[in-house]
Protein backbone atom coordinates (compact mmCIF):
# COMPACT_ATOMS: atom_id res chain seq x y z
CA UNK A 1 0.00 0.00 0.00
CA UNK A 2 1.18 2.97 -0.90
CA UNK A 3 0.15 6.94 -1.45
CA UNK A 4 2.36 8.90 -3.22
CA UNK A 5 1.04 12.92 -3.14
CA UNK A 6 2.77 15.43 -5.59
CA UNK A 7 2.21 18.67 -7.56
CA UNK A 8 3.03 20.88 -5.10
CA UNK A 9 5.77 24.13 -5.77
CA UNK A 10 6.19 27.75 -5.41
CA UNK A 11 3.74 30.10 -6.44
CA UNK A 12 2.56 33.96 -6.14
CA UNK A 13 -0.38 34.77 -3.64
CA UNK A 14 -3.12 34.21 -5.99
CA UNK A 15 -1.56 31.21 -7.93
CA UNK A 16 -3.32 27.78 -8.38
CA UNK A 17 -1.70 24.34 -7.59
CA UNK A 18 -3.50 21.04 -8.56
CA UNK A 19 -2.08 18.29 -5.93
CA UNK A 20 -2.47 14.71 -7.09
CA UNK A 21 -2.52 11.76 -4.57
CA UNK A 22 -1.58 8.19 -6.28
CA UNK A 23 -2.51 5.13 -4.85
CA UNK A 24 -0.33 1.85 -5.97
CA UNK A 25 -0.79 -1.60 -4.71
CA UNK A 26 -4.90 -1.44 -3.70
CA UNK A 27 -7.96 0.19 -5.12
CA UNK A 28 -9.03 3.69 -4.10
CA UNK A 29 -12.54 2.93 -4.59
CA UNK A 30 -13.44 1.90 -1.69
CA UNK A 31 -11.53 4.16 0.74
CA UNK A 32 -12.79 8.02 1.61
CA UNK A 33 -9.59 10.26 1.29
CA UNK A 34 -8.63 13.33 2.91
CA UNK A 35 -6.27 16.04 2.49
CA UNK A 36 -4.32 17.48 5.40
CA UNK A 37 -1.28 20.33 5.94
CA UNK A 38 1.09 21.14 8.23
CA UNK A 39 2.81 24.32 8.13
CA UNK A 40 6.03 24.85 10.31
CA UNK A 41 5.72 25.02 13.71
CA UNK A 42 1.61 24.15 13.79
CA UNK A 43 -0.28 21.27 14.20
CA UNK A 44 -1.29 19.34 11.28
CA UNK A 45 -4.96 20.44 10.52
CA UNK A 46 -7.86 18.94 8.21
CA UNK A 47 -7.92 20.64 4.19
CA UNK A 48 -11.16 18.92 3.36
CA UNK A 49 -12.28 15.32 2.05
CA UNK A 50 -14.09 12.77 -0.40
CA UNK A 51 -16.17 10.00 0.86
CA UNK A 52 -16.14 6.85 -1.07
CA UNK A 53 -19.60 6.72 -1.01
CA UNK A 54 -21.43 9.27 -3.44
CA UNK A 55 -17.95 11.34 -3.56
CA UNK A 56 -19.25 13.92 -1.39
CA UNK A 57 -16.88 16.73 -0.40
CA UNK A 58 -16.21 18.47 2.94
CA UNK A 59 -13.80 21.31 3.35
CA UNK A 60 -12.06 23.59 6.10
CA UNK A 61 -13.24 27.01 6.58
CA UNK A 62 -10.08 27.66 5.14
CA UNK A 63 -9.85 26.20 2.05
CA UNK A 64 -14.07 26.76 1.32
CA UNK A 65 -14.66 28.35 -2.05
CA UNK A 66 -11.11 27.72 -3.22
CA UNK A 67 -10.17 24.55 -2.60
CA UNK A 68 -11.79 21.54 -4.74
CA UNK A 69 -11.36 18.06 -4.41
CA UNK A 70 -12.03 15.44 -6.57
CA UNK A 71 -10.81 11.66 -7.25
CA UNK A 72 -10.86 9.59 -10.57
CA UNK A 73 -11.29 5.94 -9.32
CA UNK A 74 -10.09 4.69 -12.84
CA UNK A 75 -7.07 6.52 -12.34
CA UNK A 76 -6.42 5.43 -8.59
CA UNK A 77 -5.51 9.01 -7.93
CA UNK A 78 -7.40 11.65 -5.92
CA UNK A 79 -6.49 15.87 -6.56
CA UNK A 80 -6.58 19.20 -4.61
CA UNK A 81 -7.01 21.56 -6.54
CA UNK A 82 -5.93 25.17 -4.76
CA UNK A 83 -6.98 28.42 -6.40
CA UNK A 84 -6.45 32.30 -5.17
CA UNK A 85 -3.43 30.54 -2.87
CA UNK A 86 -2.60 32.77 0.28
CA UNK A 87 0.76 33.00 2.19
CA UNK A 88 -0.60 30.97 4.75
CA UNK A 89 -1.15 27.98 2.93
CA UNK A 90 2.45 27.38 2.75
CA UNK A 91 2.58 23.85 4.12
CA UNK A 92 3.96 20.40 3.30
CA UNK A 93 0.51 19.07 2.57
CA UNK A 94 -0.77 15.00 2.74
CA UNK A 95 -3.22 12.94 1.52
CA UNK A 96 -4.67 9.89 3.82
CA UNK A 97 -6.83 7.35 3.66
CA UNK A 98 -9.73 5.70 5.51
CA UNK A 99 -12.47 3.02 4.99
CA UNK A 100 -14.11 2.84 8.02
CA UNK A 101 -16.66 5.00 6.43
CA UNK A 102 -18.08 5.72 3.41
CA UNK A 103 -19.33 9.41 4.53
CA UNK A 104 -16.03 11.62 5.12
CA UNK A 105 -17.69 14.24 7.41
CA UNK A 106 -16.04 14.90 10.28
CA UNK A 107 -14.21 11.51 10.67
CA UNK A 108 -11.22 12.22 12.89
CA UNK A 109 -7.60 12.54 11.87
CA UNK A 110 -6.58 9.41 13.46
CA UNK A 111 -9.06 7.15 12.19
CA UNK A 112 -6.76 7.94 8.45
CA UNK A 113 -4.98 4.12 8.19
CA UNK A 114 -2.21 5.21 5.48
CA UNK A 115 -0.58 8.44 4.57
CA UNK A 116 1.59 9.44 2.11
CA UNK A 117 4.58 11.19 1.63
CA UNK A 118 3.72 15.19 1.84
CA UNK A 119 4.45 17.71 -0.72
CA UNK A 120 5.46 21.09 -0.35
CA UNK A 121 3.97 24.13 -0.87
CA UNK A 122 5.24 27.48 -0.90
CA UNK A 123 2.96 30.17 -1.58
CA UNK A 124 5.06 33.80 -1.78
CA UNK A 125 3.46 37.34 -0.75
Known amino acids: VQLQASGGGLVQAGGSLRLSCVAS????????IGWFRQAPGKRREGVGC????????YYAESAKGRFTISRDNAKNTAYLQMNNLKPEDTAIYFC???????????????????WGHGTQVTVSS
Open 96 to 114: AIEDAYNDCFNVPEDVYEY
Open 25 to 32: GFTLDYYV
Open 50 to 57: ISSSDSST
